[in-house]
């Protein structure tokens, strides 16, 4: 089942980063793009995940072209269909850990899983606030809150950059284990070569080109 297909992407702020990108995501599929900081790997994630709008080209997401979605279906798809996670953890310092947890259980529908909790190894300090926590706690805990609303798609940019590489390990084998079990996908954007290597497929944004490598 196709979950995202983009075709002929552009874009550009002062100069062009990149442009004729063509990139497709299965269900149960990963994808990882690399590439040299300031390449524009996170603003193509960006676009693929709707945060920002292309100069050109078009973004299929569940076989509906986003450009032609009202604003009411598109919220919707963001609410309950696309899940970021980014390695700043953007949590909301004055709650707990369980309380930026409830906030995705509230918009989402959806329920916290003790076993979610469990492998990332939050389940201790979940109830304790968010400026209590480490910086490596405060990311499990983002993509604890990501995962709780069941996304179709993952988006993740540098997700494990404050974890180390043993819970990083253990953080992508959950994110590949949810994809099996749940009919999603996930492209990671990420600097880290041997986490790229994980992923089903890997790309390589150089020379403002998108070319698969794996």
Same mark, same amino acid.
């Given at each position: 089942?196709?979950?995202?297909?983009?075709?002929?992407?552009?874009?550009?702020?002062?100069?062009?980063?990149? =442009? *004729?990108?063509?990139?497709? !995501?299965?269900?149960? #599929?990963? @994808?990882?793009?690399?590439?040299?900081?300031? /390449? +524009?790997?996170?603003?193509?994630?960006?676009?693929?995940?709707?945060?920002?709008?292309?100069?050109?080209?078009?973004?299929?997401?569940?076989?509906?072209?986003?450009?032609?979605?009202?604003?009411?279906?598109?919220?919707?798809?963001?609410?309950?269909?696309?899940?970021?996670?980014?390695?700043?953890?953007?949590?909301?310092?004055?709650?707990?850990?369980?309380?930026?947890?409830?906030?995705?259980?509230?918009?989402?529908?959806?329920?916290?899983? =003790? *076993?979610?909790?469990?492998? !990332?190894?939050?389940? #201790?300090? @979940?109830?304790?606030?968010?400026?209590?926590? /480490? +910086?490596?706690?405060?990311?499990?805990?983002?993509?604890?809150?990501?995962?709780?609303?069941?996304?179709?798609?993952?988006?993740?940019?540098?997700?494990?950059?404050?974890?180390?590489?043993?819970?990083?390990?253990?953080?992508?084998?959950?994110?590949?284990?949810?994809?099996?079990?749940?009919?999603?996908?996930?492209?990671?954007?990420?600097?880290?070569?041997?986490?790229?290597?994980?992923?089903?497929?890997?790309?390589?944004?150089?020379?403002?080109?998108?070319?698969?490598?794996?």
């Amino acid at each position: 089942m196709n979950l995202l297909t983009a075709k002929n992407l552009a874009h550009t702020f002062e100069y062009e980063l990149f =442009n *004729d990108v063509n990139i497709e !995501l299965n269900a149960q #599929e990963s @994808i990882a793009i690399i590439g040299m900081s300031g /390449s +524009g790997k996170s603003t193509l994630l960006h676009l693929l995940s709707t945060l920002l709008t292309p100069k050109k080209g078009s973004i299929l997401l569940f076989g509906e072209e986003i450009s032609s979605m009202n604003k009411k279906r598109l919220s919707s798809i963001k609410r309950h269909d696309l899940g970021l996670i980014f390695q700043s953890h953007y949590l909301f310092k004055g709650f707990s850990a369980y309380e930026n947890l409830e906030v995705a259980e509230l918009l989402s529908g959806e329920k916290i899983e =003790n *076993d979610l909790l469990e492998s !990332l190894h939050i389940k #201790e300090p @979940i109830h304790q606030k968010v400026t209590e926590l /480490s +910086g490596g706690q405060q990311q499990r805990v983002s993509i604890a809150r990501v995962l709780t609303k069941k996304p179709r798609i993952i988006f993740a940019d540098e997700p494990t950059g404050n974890l180390d590489k043993k819970t990083a390990d253990e953080v992508m084998t959950l994110f590949f284990n949810y994809c099996n079990s749940n009919n999603a996908g996930m492209i990671l954007v990420t600097h880290d070569n041997d986490l790229a290597h994980q992923c089903d497929k890997v790309f390589h944004l150089e020379d403002k080109k998108l070319k698969r490598i794996k």
